[in-house]
């Protein structure tokens, strides 16, 4: 296959679809909407025969199904990514040199986006919508799980294209082989941004072997520090919800950091966990105190060499004691993986403290990781998490899939 | 040499210098400065040494020369870093959720910056003086040929450190080995960001095999394009300036393209070219009229294969006619390297469509490109100028080598 004539032609769809005005986008992406629901039973037959390929009792069989509820979902997402505002043409800087130039920075697309991902096939429309959407070009890559479906997806996207005289090269679905990721990977002076979005493999995988700018995303070792100087009420509510929301989210809590002054109250603490039946890896001294006051067998001695390092997806969670906020920092400089974490105090110096020193996206103050999220930070939607610090940091929105460009004026002056 | 552990031990110094004001940070640049100058005997004796080991005929020798005077200029740019404004801490954003969750994105420092750079002993003072004021530990990788200037410069920097309390871990000159780029390139976890300051294969490299993110700099393939409606003055100024006024860097001229129906203008808009001796490289159409009106002696047919590719860092340029505006965006995007582009016009609708469509960091209506320039945009002063879209994009001042981080601030919120 040659992957540098599908390059090539969709670097040139990125410069046709830059003259598109932001209303003639969002009326593609409604047309998309519109004929995704038109042509639901052809999606839910290609996703059949993805699904009978797959063991049933293979976990990733709920990302794959899609159903008629899932695909109305899509849908709505659809046109809410339609509707809104655009950040293209944005003046982020507007001033004159003292030579008289006109200097402004506007927000401009990418050009190509390359996104891989895995057996999710909602996410072929997600990307799609959101790239559009910002005037970029997108090449996808999506696993081999989902293969009829995101065929018959990339074929109902086309076809909204075509029925507004717009390249179909805006899009380009690459087969799900390796040879295809590593092309992508490669593909410097066509694709301006890869963004993996998948699991730990996944990620590391396409940040080592890129030659092309990589965002990496989501993953989420996220820790929450329970001061001194902590409600316990608020503790209680921030803890569980951040566990045990959803587990198998980016942002789900991994490892409760408590203060060796406070483990009096940690059977209080992590109560409501216990009824949702989350098994704790604790260390020895917050072990000792649950012991007797919290169930039995769903209680572990921490493997203090990997559970810290654990982003567990699943009702697990490790207790680890510290002696103050400084060594709660250390922990989570050295175990997380720059996501989100949490402080939960009344002691404002504290606070302060423990922002100014954890290095990551997103650092609570008596809130949970649970709100590190695109829709929740107002962003309207997301194309994921960044957990780097080249380039947007933390969800990415519209406008975190944008770069910049200096357009300057002048009358023929010169440098001296 | 054990690599891990001087990363980690900069990681570490990067924690500590986050706690220091700003003006700690100024008062240890102005201590370097003077040190610098204290110093310049054992700097010039060691760059000496370096210098015997290079032959004279090379052209790396002028820049890794140092004299007294090029001294007092570091120390000068050194003491204008200090005294910049600092961008750590400032808000870029602060809004209220609808839940009531104060967030606030806030600049903060990347952590651990790696640059890699060649026989420039001034880039160690240049570089250290920017991480350091913007809170960022450094790791430097210099070129093997300066090897006695940099040991003669990091102790001078690392007295400064001392004199201050500040742990000298805050910046670590690598030994000039491979093994040494080799390991700061593949130090994920460490190192936040890795520039490369050098020539085009250097960069090449270390985007290839890098796997923390990378910012690449400087590369410039620059085009001017002198339009149907465009000012003779203004285009004969423009031309000159930004070929001839610096002809070895990166925002030089590298290639003319011409409007086919101005074609006669073309002996009067390259002649002030001739008196400085400017080689030019002309395509058929170009070459026919410039016959008999330029010196036969510097008039040579353009490869039309490569020349358009070339960053010619030399009194060399070449000039392609093109037909209208789209051809000559074209050419751009297909040869340009990202870095700046010029059209010459009177016409505001075809500059626009020029400003809209030509995809570098930099893009300008009739004024040189010779102005992309950290000093000039008014950024005080610039580590590079990048030409990738992820991230800065442009000239680089100390805010573009910061990060932002969401700091969040609640009462016990919880996620429905």
Known sequence: MDFNDIFSRVKSASREILTLTDGERSAVLLTLADRLEAERESLLAANAHDLERMDEANPLCDRLRLTPERISAIAADIRNVAGLHCPLGEEVEHRTLPNGIDLRRVRVPYGVIGVIYEARPNVTFDVFSLCFKSGNACLLKGGRDAEFSNDAAIAIIHDSLRRHGICTDAVCLLPSTHEATAALLGAVGYVDLCIPRGGR????????????????????????????????????????????????????????????????????????????????????????????????????????????????????????????????????????????????????????????????????????????????????????????????????????????????????????
């Open 201 to 416: 493999k996944l990620i590391d995988f396409v940040r080592d072997n890129a030659r092309v700018p990589v965002i990496e995303t989501g993953a989420g070792v996220v820790s929450t520090y329970f001061d001194g100087a902590a409600d316990l009420a608020i503790g209680r509510a921030i803890v569980d919800n951040a566990k045990t929301r959803r587990v198998s989210v980016c942002n789900a809590l991994d490892t409760l950091l408590v203060d060796s002054s406070r483990l009096g109250d940690l059977p209080a603490l992590v109560e409501p966990l216990a009824e949702k039946q989350v098994e704790i890896h604790a260390d020895r001294r917050a072990l000792a105190v649950l012991e007797g006051h919290y169930p039995a067998g769903l209680l572990v001695a921490a493997d203090e060499d990997s559970d810290w390092d654990t982003e567990w997806m699943a009702l697990r969670m490790g207790i680890r004691t510290v002696d103050g906020v400084d060594e709660a920092i250390a922990h989570i400089n050295r175990h997380g993986s720059g996501h989100s974490e949490c402080i939960v105090t009344e002691d404002d110096a504290v606070a302060a403290r423990f922002q100014e020193l954890v290095d990551a996206a997103c650092v609570y103050v008596n809130a949970p990781t649970s709100f590190t999220d695109g829709a929740q930070f107002g962003l309207g939607a997301e194309i994921g998490i960044s957990t780097q610090k080249l380039g947007p940091r933390g969800p990415m929105g519209l406008r975190e899939i944008t770069t910049t460009r200096y357009l300057l004026k002048g009358h023929g002056q010169t440098r001296p």
